[in-house]
């Protein structure tokens, strides 16, 4: 299983390599790891984060560890350009990399050359070689906010292999009891249910956003309903959506802020409504539609938000729905949610609401936005949702001093 795992990795590389030649983020994911130099350290943490959304997951142990370790180099690793590119000069660390490419060699030459006293991934990302360097040479390996799912690879009779990863690691600390029985299913013992550290994240964003004047201006008073992280299919609803409702404003905030991704948006959209972020200093009294052309802003958006709507449920799955909720947001999303324990939750709760057609779109959203008395049951219900959930950073930081 080994030799099919290494040959796996390498047609993986070659095929980024042959994207890389008019695709532009594999460009950045193949070059990023061409041309980097690692650091010889004598000592450091290492984080490894597979794209921004497990960084702003992983975030408040970060932050928790770096301060309790302040004699330590931190050392943050992405695998994907779309965590590495806006976070390559994150504060919080003392170097930024790209994961190496998954091989014996780059796994022994990297944990060698910035000698880490312990190891910290986020959520998921289960890697062999850097797995099997880190157990060789005694190096503790934690999982944060770790969920399992029944249809994994883990518990597949073919899953040998990856079962054998998890078994490399020090200390899972999990999501959810079914995760803990998934694992304990197949002799994984070393467990304990922590909670999802985006809680506190999206908790702590919520109770210090950071203001921003243009967009209140932009708002002026009027509803406002924001779509987050959406994809071509999100944005062809969203544009229909507009159409009806031309006395309320509209944020769209894509998941690819590419040039030719805002032009096909943008071409969605009535243009003498429509306005992008970077113009918005020639804004005028008639625009009621934005298009956020940069990478960052979105924690902060939702507080100026009346309702939301959360990207990517039409692809491989939703983005982040705490982000909206921690400020009280009712969200919608596509039907591929069922991944994701928290969007689960909130449906459940009745402060999500999962659509899967244009009219299932208008009926909720106006619904919503009609009905205070609906709308204001939803906020309390999400805002709630997210505070009873928070306390994972503190229960985690807490096993890791003992044991350092």
């Known amino acids: 299983m080994l030799f099919i795992y290494n040959i796996g990795i390498h047609l993986f590389y070659l095929t980024a390599a042959l994207f890389s030649l008019y695709k532009n983020k594999a460009k950045l994911w193949i070059n990023g790891r061409k041309h980097q130099q690692i650091k010889s350290l004598e000592s450091s943490i290492w984080f490894h984060f597979a794209?921004?959304?497990?960084?702003?997951?992983?975030?408040?142990?970060?932050?928790?560890?770096?301060?309790?370790?302040?004699?330590?180099?931190?050392?943050?690793?992405?695998?994907?350009?779309?965590?590495?590119?806006?976070?390559?000069?994150?504060?919080?660390?003392?170097?930024?990399?790209?994961?190496?490419?998954?091989?014996?060699?780059?796994?022994?030459?990297?944990?060698?050359?910035?000698?880490?006293?312990?190891?910290v991934f986020t959520k998921y990302e289960y890697w062999h070689h850097f797995f099997n360097e880190l157990h060789k040479q005694h190096i503790p390996l934690y999982i944060i906010s770790g969920i399992f799912r029944p249809g994994q690879v883990f518990f597949k009779w073919y899953g040998g292999l990856h079962r054998k990863m998890l078994k490399m690691v020090t200390w899972f600390f999990l999501q959810d009891a079914q995760s803990k029985q998934l694992l304990h299913d197949i002799g994984i013992?070393?467990?304990?249910?922590?909670?999802?550290?985006r809680f506190d994240r999206v908790w702590a964003n919520a109770g210090n956003p950071k203001n921003l004047p243009e967009i209140a201006q932009f708002k002026n008073g009027q509803k406002l309903f924001i779509a987050g992280s959406t994809w071509p299919q999100d944005e062809e609803l969203i544009a229909e959506f507009i159409k009806q409702h031309p006395?309320?404003?509209?944020?769209?905030?894509?998941?690819?802020?590419?040039?030719?991704?805002?032009?096909?948006?943008?071409?969605?959209?009535?243009?003498?409504?429509?306005?992008?972020?970077?113009?918005?200093?020639?804004?005028?009294?008639?625009?009621?539609?934005?298009?956020?052309?940069?990478?960052?802003?979105?924690?902060?958006?939702?507080?100026?938000?009346?309702?939301?709507y959360i990207g990517g449920g039409f692809g491989e799955g939703i983005h982040n729905t705490l982000e909206a909720a921690a400020f009280g947001m009712p969200v919608i999303f596509g039907p591929k949610y069922h991944k994701f324990k928290e969007a689960r939750d909130l449906v459940e709760l009745g402060a999500g609401f999962t659509i899967n057609s244009q009219d299932e779109l208008n009926q909720i959203a106006d619904k919503l936005m009609g009905d205070e008395q609906a709308r204001h049951a939803a906020v309390v219900i999400a805002k709630d949702y997210v505070q009873q959930n928070i306390g994972a950073t503190e229960t985690i930081v807490n096993y890791i001093k003992a044991q350092h």
């Open 51 to 119: 794209s921004l959304g497990e960084f702003e997951q992983g975030r408040p142990v970060l932050e928790a560890v770096k301060k309790q370790y302040p004699l330590h180099n931190i050392v943050v690793t992405f695998f994907s350009p779309s965590g590495y590119e806006p976070r390559k000069n994150t504060p919080l660390a003392d170097v930024v990399y790209y994961l190496p490419l998954d091989t014996a060699a780059n796994a022994q030459h990297f944990i060698s050359t910035i000698r880490p006293q312990m190891a």
């Open 189 to 197: 013992t070393n467990v304990s249910i922590s909670g999802d550290t």
């Open 247 to 308: 006395d309320w404003k509209f944020i769209i905030a894509p998941h690819e802020t590419s040039e030719e991704k805002i032009k096909s948006l943008t071409n969605l959209l009535p243009t003498e409504t429509t306005i992008k972020f970077s113009e918005i200093s020639n804004l005028k009294s008639n625009i009621s539609n934005l298009v956020i052309d940069n990478i960052g802003m979105l924690s902060s958006l939702y507080q100026y938000a009346d309702i939301a």
